[in-house]
């Protein structure tokens, strides 16, 4: 019998098992690998967790219940005391301009590598689980592999998002099978499709610190106003600011957003009328790059408004000078849809957290059950808030757990 039977070995399930109090442990990933997910985390490079504040941090949480049940955990664990753990461990650590801390070789495998070495529980790859039940005073685990009991279990199965890395959303059902209500899982920070997009040859392009305002179709009041980059992909859009919103939108809302930044925003269309008048000679597309815009977007507007490539500020007349500053100034795209949990990087539901201890992740349905990470209904913006909240929960777990 084993004092701990971890069950996904994701970011939180691997955390938990090298802090783990024991080692008559076992770690039980359905996957080839450990870690799927990490690894393609922060665009391979793992952006672990940022230097805010406690109370900073926690506004990055869906609502007030996320923010308040992870409050012990943050205030157990803080960033601080993570970024600490990684470089005590080897892994030396980098932090950007906006807080967003990384390995420093920017490489999410040398965190995954260090986790898996430094896990006290054995790690059993390929487990494909047929059932867990509550037998007396401990678990069973049913695998294709046999029977496996344990004192304790913890559920670290992850949400449902990007299920080609393991989070397939299997481990909900474990925790209903074991009493556990699950408030339905939804797609959270995904990417948007808009209707006639046309600008998929701009994948890849991105407008830095934009403004965007989003419309409930036929209604004139915005519902939502955020800054942020906007990423323009084959489909549509994506980026910061657009995970973040995406939460909040739906097929049918619009997004207006200005294709210079934001430091523009206030005056853009004054600025760009001023540069526009005073250089007449010069091509409109070297004035748009000036003002700040990239040059395939520069390129892309111009032909849009059916202007030849060389058209000069003097060849335009009033309607043209107008429709060339709308254009820049006030892009608008009708949303098609919000991409799925294919392309989501979390999944907003899960375990309902009044059934759970904050502060030890136990159980208040059942003792000696554990959950930690984003298997829990608790979703996180996009800036390394989601890992943190994995780690820190799966640090009260290894720290309450009774081998
Ligand atoms: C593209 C992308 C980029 C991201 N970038 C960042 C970032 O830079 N910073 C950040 O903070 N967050 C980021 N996130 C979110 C972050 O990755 C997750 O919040 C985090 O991985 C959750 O950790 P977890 O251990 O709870 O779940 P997961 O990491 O999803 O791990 C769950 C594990 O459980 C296994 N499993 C599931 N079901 C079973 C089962 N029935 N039996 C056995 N094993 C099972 C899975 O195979 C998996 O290995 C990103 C997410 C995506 C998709």
Known sequence: ???????????????????????????????????????????????????????????????????????????????????????????????????????????AHEVRDMLVRESKAKIQYNSKITSVIRDGDHFSVQTEGGVITSRNLVLATGGMSYPITGSDGSGYAIAK?????????????????????????????????????????????????ATGDILFTHDGLSGPLILTSSRELKAGDSITFSLVPLEHKVHVPEQLL????????????????????????AQQVVEELDF?????????????????????????FIIKGIKGFNAAMVTSGGVCLKEVE???????????????????????QSGGYNLQAAFSTAYCTANHIQP
């Open 1 to 107: 019998m084993y004092d701990v039977v971890i069950i996904g070995g994701g970011a939180a399930g691997l955390f938990l098992a090298a802090n783990l109090p024991t080692s008559n442990a076992l770690l039980l990933e359905h996957r080839e690998t450990a870690g799927k997910k990490l690894l393609i985390t922060g665009g391979g490079m793992c952006n672990l967790t940022n230097t805010q504040s406690i109370e900073a941090f926690l506004q990055h949480f869906g609502s007030r219940a996320q923010r308040n049940f992870l409050l012990p955990s943050f205030q157990a664990f803080p960033p601080s005391a993570l970024m600490q753990w990684f470089e005590t461990r080897g892994v030396p650590l980098t932090v950007r301009e906006d807080g967003k801390v990384f390995p420093a070789s920017l490489d």
């Open 177 to 225: 099978a074991l009493g556990h209500s699950i408030i339905p899982p939804k797609p959270a920070l995904a990417a948007i499709m808009v209707e006639a997009y046309h600008w998929t040859h701009l994948a890849g392009n991105a407008v830095r610190s934009a403004y965007a305002e989003f419309h409930h179709a036929g209604e004139k009041k915005r519902f939502l106003q």
């Open 274 to 297: 001023v540069l526009l008048t005073s250089q007449p000679k010069k091509q409109i597309t070297t004035i748009l790059k000036e003002f700040g815009l990239a040059a395939s977007l």
């Open 308 to 332: 030849e490539a060389t058209i000069t500020p003097a060849n335009l007349n009033k309607r043209q000078r107008q429709n060339l500053i709308r254009a820049i100034t006030e892009r608008r």
């Open 358 to 380: 904050r502060g030890s992740m136990e159980s208040k349905v059942m003792d000696h059950l554990h959950f930690c990470g984003e298997i829990l209904d608790v979703d996180g």
